[in-house]
């Protein structure tokens, strides 16, 4: 495993591709907001420590979104939006409202 993710290569026969299956390993990475959360270091300075993300994840949300890499206020907006519908809760560190 590297990266917290496991390739597989998978040759298709049929359609006579090589398919790479990526399975993400999420744990070390929600363990991580855990024990930030639990040791109280959601500040750092003036900012808060809203979350621990993969870059997979982000990388996705930005796809689906339909944003350029570069687009940062793009990005901001829809890591805000993600994070605080509830459904990536666990990958939280501090759980106040931005």
């Not at 496991?6 to 299956?21: A, G, M, Q, S, W």
């Amino acid at each position: 495993m590297r990266d917290n993710y496991i390739e597989t290569p998978i040759f298709n026969r049929h359609e006579d591709k090589l398919v790479v299956k990526r399975v993400y390993d999420n744990a070390p990475i929600l363990e991580k907001a855990k024990a930030l959360h639990n040791a109280g270091l959601d500040t750092m300075g003036d900012s808060k420590v809203a979350g621990v993300l993969p870059m997979y994840m982000v990388t996705q949300w930005m796809k689906e979104a339909g944003l350029a890499h570069d687009d940062n206020e793009g990005r901001k907006e829809v890591i805000k939006r993600k994070m605080l519908s509830g459904e990536f809760d666990k990958f939280r560190v501090w759980k106040g409202s931005w």
